[in-house]
């Protein structure tokens, strides 16, 4: 722009007398440009700030939303400007994605160095109306900021007229002018900016298991009212480790409730108890054995329940949102110590089954309605809605698979992860633990050094009925009355244990003693029922015990097979060993004692061998006429603990006399089959022959079975020969 100028003299001509004027020559002056601009929130905020303090924040923000800001880009000087307009980002996290558009909203085109260009006019229409679009990424953490501001600048293209006032070389900012030919660099290039401020979701969630008087609960839907379990009194199997005389190896707790609710599959009656353990966010569960699948092998014993079906235990589980302003949506799921979904797992969206890489399974039930919390669009896994300063209740319903009850198991852990839609990642932000102990155990003959028992062995004590007896836990003496079987009891489970102890062994006497003793010889205490306890087991070991079974005098000899059970005191496993076996030998003699019929003597009176003579018989002299009987009681006795076999009673017809006749009672019964033998003749049913001169052998025997020999005698039995001569 040029500014002109001419001046004039007015004065009276003096040839004319009249008023005159006469005019200079025109001078022209040109304006330079003088530029200066700035650019402002188009709402009037004050600008002039950073990341830190612009007073535009937008909290809360989701991955992919959008955040829209106005400005205006004011000419405040005298010149048309080309400004170059680039987002400044300082302080940002990556990833966020900037853009401008013009003011109806379509997105300007950025030049090849991802800068923007905006004519900006002077006089009355220097002002240009531009937004700014912010989209935050589709990754973006919890808690992330972002941000930006647009940076404003004109390139100098000269000083002299017709050009932008912007010395050559240089570049003009935002509130800045020019003087004396250079630019005035105050603010500072950055110093006059107008920043946008964004904060992602920071989940407020906090899992734990079912504690009391949760805030505000309701159900996975947000909406419905429910009411958690109740905690109350318990009593679990937490008894310290060697603890004695311990029936009943339980503790009380307040703090329980049970598997909620009972199902059939529960291995525990009346439900589970589950013990919560608040302030160090779990509970576990301490389930019986399951006796589903009971198997008693007759020739071995039972080591435990056999293989059966799975059991279930459900957990109630809580989760808070802090936050007294957002409600929060959370998907839930079995998470590692890393928060992500545990490795090797597997999820089914049809059932809601996550299946474990152990094999356990898990589903997120309703408290209620026990059904399958649903998945909500966008989400991977079942989701629940927890409003703003409240509490979700809901499920965790655990299945174990049932194998039998005597592999060692470990406490089987389920990490609930909780994690939030509102932030990018599929991580929890929250979790709980919920832990279950359950039961496993083995009894049998010992395997030392080897944790477990082994019911399969048949070992077999020698014993002689009569010796000393001497408790003891010798197992090699084979010269006393004492059987020792060392057994191991041990706990293969996740949580202490006692076990009750008891043997039988089928037709040993009375008088027979049957005690379980420790490794010094000392007897465990006994219950009420008379039979032995052991101390608290702890989980994971086992303890020695001796079965030490005493043999009375009179015990026949043979083979008594041992009869042992084990009862885990809380977890109920029943496990047996069948086939441990006691040998008696044979001990004791055979007496023979001849007494003559007298007619007078009491029985008793004249005892020969340990042997009474019966009523009438004695074993002094007697007299008799010629052709007169003797009648002679022959009696035999088996003083073994076994029968002896091919038993008969020998007698010789004395000098002087004839036989007359025999007869046989056995214990003083008659003899459904008698056999006789003369000399060394064969046996047979023929009685000898009335007559028979002195000088023969007569064998007379009992022949029940039929075999034509003479039968075996029992163990503490008598055999009675009637045996007649005549005088002759």
């Known amino acids: 722009m040029a500014i002109t100028n001419q001046a004039t003299a007015s004065f009276t001509d003096p040839t004319t007398n009249a008023a005159a004027t006469s005019a200079s020559n025109t001078v022209s002056t040109t304006v330079l440009a003088l530029p200066s601009f700035d650019v402002v929130y188009d709402d009037g905020t004050a600008d002039g700030n950073t990341l830190a303090n612009t007073p535009k924040v937008v909290t809360g923000a989701v991955p992919g939303q959008v955040v829209t800001t106005d400005y205006d880009i004011v000419n ?16 940002s996290a990556t990833g966020l994605d900037v853009k401008y558009l013009d003011a109806s909203g379509k997105a300007l085109t950025p030049n090849a160095d991802g800068s923007y260009t905006i004519a900006l006019p002077a006089g009355a229409g220097g002002v240009v109306k531009f937004s700014q679009q912010l989209t935050v990424p589709s990754g973006a953490p919890a808690n992330a900021t972002y941000g930006a501001s647009p940076e404003a600048s004109v390139t100098g293209t000269g000083t002299a007229a017709g050009q932008n006032g912007v010395p050559t070389g240089s570049t003009l900012y935002e509130n800045q002018t020019v003087n004396a030919g250079a630019v005035v660099n105050t603010p500072a290039q950055g110093a006059d900016l107008q920043f946008v401020k964004i904060t992602t979701f920071q989940p407020n969630l906090v899992g734990s298991p079912n504690i009391a008087n949760p805030t505000n609960p309701v159900g996975p839907d947000g909406t419905t009212t429910a009411t958690p379990p109740a905690q109350g009194n318990a009593s679990v199997p937490t ?74 235990i459900i957990f109630t589980n809580d ?189 040993l006497p009375a008088g027979a003693t049957i005690t379980y003793v420790d490794s010094t010889g000392a007897a465990l205490p006994t219950n009420g029922a008379g039979n032995f306890v052991t101390p608290v087991v702890a989980a994971g070991s086992e303890i020695k015990v001796y079965a030490v079974i005493t043999v009375p005098d009179g015990t026949a000899a043979g083979t008594y097979t041992v009869s042992q059970k084990a009862v885990g005191n809380y977890s109920t496993i029943t496990m047996t060993d069948l086939n441990d076996a006691i040998q008696v030998g044979a001990v004791g003699n055979v007496v023979v004692a001849k007494f003559t019929q007298d007619g007078t003597t009491a029985a008793g009176a004249t005892p020969q061998k340990g042997i009474n003579n019966p009523s009438g018989y004695t074993a002094g002299n007697t007299t008799v006429l010629p052709t007169k009987n003797i009648v002679y009681r022959i009696i035999g006795k088996n003083n073994f603990n076994t029968a002896v076999s091919g038993f008969a009673l020998n007698d010789t017809v004395p000098a002087n006399t004839t036989f007359q006749a025999a007869s046989l009672t056995v214990n003083n019964a008659a003899v459904s089959k008698v056999i006789y033998k003369v000399g060394n003749g064969n046996w047979s049913t023929t009685a000898p022959s009335t007559g028979a001169a002195a000088g023969t052998v007569i064998a007379v025997a009992a022949d029940v079975n039929g075999d034509n020999q003479p039968d075996a005698l029992p163990a503490n039995s008598t055999m009675e020969l009637t045996f007649t001569v005549t005088v002759n």
């Open 76 to 91: 405040n000087g005298n010149t048309a400007l080309t400004v170059t307009l680039r987002p400044n980002t300082t302080g």
């Open 239 to 312: 008894v310290t480790p060697g603890t004695a005389n311990q029936p009943n190896p339980t503790n009380p707790v307040t703090t329980a409730y049970p598997s909620t609710p009972s199902n059939p599959s529960d291995p525990t009656s009346g439900g589970t108890p589950i013990v919560v353990d608040a302030q160090g966010n779990r509970q576990v569960a301490y389930p019986k054995a399951d006796n589903d699948n009971p198997s008693t092998d007759p020739t071995t014993g039972q080591t435990n329940d056999k293989a059966g079906t799975p059991d279930v």
């Open 319 to 507: 989760l808070k949102n802090n936050s007294t302003t957002t409600s929060d949506t959370v998907q839930l799921f079995p998470a590692g110590p890393d928060g992500l979904l545990l490795a090797g797992t597997t999820y089914n969206a049809s059932t809601g089954v996550f299946t474990l890489p152990n094999g356990v399974q898990v589903r997120f039930l309703g408290p209620t309605t026990g059904a399958p919390i649903p998945v909500a669009p966008g989400a991977l896994y079942p989701t629940v809605t927890v409003p703003a300063g409240g509490t979700v209740i809901y499920r965790t319903e655990v299945t174990l698979p049932d194998p039998d009850d005597s592999s060692r198991i470990d406490p089987i852990s389920v990490i609930v992860g909780a994690d939030s839609l509102k932030d990018a990642d599929v991580q929890a932000d929250a979790t709980s633990t919920d832990i279950i102990n359950s039961a496993a155990a083995q009894f049998g003959d010992s395997t030392d050094g080897t944790l477990g028992a082994a019911p399969t062995p048949a070992p077999v004590q020698q014993v002689v009925p009569g010796a000393n007896t001497t408790t003891n836990i010798n197992t090699g003496n084979a010269a006393d009355n004492v059987a020792v079987f060392p057994m191991d009891v041990a706990n293969m489970g996740a949580y202490n244990d006692s076990f009750t102890l008891s043997a039988t062994v089928t037709n």
